[in-house]
T-cell receptor, first 117, second 110 residues
Framework: GAGVSQSPSNKVTEKGKDVELRCDPI?????LYWYRQSLGQGLEFLIY????????KSGLPSDRFSAERTGGSVSTLTIQRTQQEDSAVYLCASSKNPVGGLGNTIYFGEGSWLTVV | KQEVTQIPAALSVPEGENLVLNCSFT??????LQWFRQDPGKGLTSLLLIQSSQREQTSGRLNASLDKSSGRSTLYIAASQPGDSATYLC?????????FGKGTRLSVIA
């Protein structure tokens, strides 16, 4: 696609339910990233994929959070047993080249706004 | 661990002014410094990327500079317009994914 696509754009869920957030990166981009932005906070790194593997998942806040990427393209971020503190915008991004290269511009999607009630 | 700081947190200027946004980072071993814009309720739009070997990049009324040795970058906006009102974020990347500052919220008053 022309840009990074995320779905759903908005999700309201009850505490304790599981949610899945989807990211479709720019075609041909090998690297994919998930970030979280809470109200009034900066962007918090969650996980980085290079192809289908995740060399850096150091930012996942707890074992309730998991992510996978299949076919080197679409990624799904899953949050199990959601808590109110999980309410945030979840932003996905992609880049043509892996982390660690010069000139590696990163492009973001519009985000998935998650509200846990 | 890389830390990125942006000053000021918020800035309000009259239309037509030139302005400078500041970004500092603690680890100078970076490959790229990228500036983004975020409008309320929206994702991030990439504005400029400066490679570590470069000193500055320009796009229209925007000019970003990088002083890697001192751990600083600035974003200069010339002849500001109300449409420039947004939050501006800088982010540094080395051998780890982008680390972001908390942003500067800019308001340009007509």
């Amino acid at each position: 696609g022309a840009g990074v696509s995320q779905s759903p754009s908005n999700k309201v869920t009850e505490k304790g339910k599981d949610v899945e957030l989807r990211c479709d990166p720019i075609s041909g981009h090998t690297a994919l990233y998930w970030y979280r932005q809470s109200l009034g906070q900066g962007l918090e790194f969650l996980i980085y994929f290079q192809g289908n593997s995740a060399p850096d998942k150091s930012g996942l806040p707890s074992d309730r959070f998991s992510a996978e990427r299949t076919g080197g393209s679409v990624s799904t971020l899953t949050i199990q047993r959601t808590q109110q503190e999980d309410s945030a915008v979840y932003l996905c991004a992609s880049s043509k080249n892996p982390v660690g290269g010069l000139g590696n511009t990163i492009y973001f999607g519009e985000g998935s706004w998650l509200t846990v009630v | 661990k890389q830390e990125v700081t942006q000053i000021p947190a918020a800035l309000s200027v009259p239309e037509g002014e030139n302005l400078v946004l500041n970004c500092s980072f603690t680890d100078s071993a970076i490959y790229n410094l990228q500036w983004f814009r975020q409008d309320p309720g929206k994702g991030l739009t990439s504005l400029l990327l400066i490679q570590s070997s470069q000193r500055e990049q320009t796009s229209g009324r925007l000019n970003a500079s990088l002083d890697k040795s001192s751990g600083r970058s600035t974003l200069y906006i010339a002849a500001s317009q109300p449409g420039d009102s947004a939050t501006y974020l800088c982010a540094a990347s080395g051998n780890t994914p982008l680390v972001f500052g908390k942003g500067t919220r800019l308001s340009v008053i007509a």
